[in-house]
């Protein structure tokens, strides 16, 4: 078995929750990526944000949301993802750059549009009343 660990942004407004869309990729994911050798969870969460929204996390604001575990999408069966989510603030303002063709505003309507490690988290937000169930 193998395991891919990533870390992911959650960010909210308004009940609904950031999601990105890769060049090339069919799903949305929540922004983030893989960390690189010798990163900590946080340092990670600022690189992948910076590069993919043109944002920066305010790393004294980051809080650890939780971590998840499902198949990986577009992967052969037995791949995981392992995806510790944070909350954090940040300033600038959001705009895809790098290898995101697209940002969105989804709700838990849109849950057949992520990946399946974003479906237990959407599940997650919406029974803690955080993401609307739709628009």
Not at 42 to 48: D, G, K, N, P, Q
Not at 80 to 105: F, H, K, N, P
Request: aromatic share 6%; proline share 4%.
């Amino acid at each position: 078995m193998r395991l891919i660990d990533k870390i992911a942004w959650i960010h909210l407004e308004q009940g609904t929750i950031l999601s990105t869309r890769s060049h090339g990729k069919d799903v949305f994911y929540l922004p983030g990526g893989k960390r690189e050798p010798g990163e900590s969870d946080v340092e990670t969460l600022i690189r992948e944000i910076d590069e993919e929204l043109s944002v920066t996390v305010a790393p004294s604001s980051a809080r650890h949301f939780g971590t998840f575990e499902a198949q990986a999408h577009g992967h052969q069966d037995g791949v995981l993802v392992r995806m510790a989510c944070y909350t954090a603030d940040y300033a600038g303002i959001i705009s895809a750059r790098s290898e995101i063709a697209e940002v969105q505003w989804l709700t838990h309507a849109d849950r057949d549009r992520v990946s399946p490690v974003d479906q237990i988290i959407f599940d997650h937000l919406l029974d803690l009343k955080l993401l609307l169930p739709h628009l």
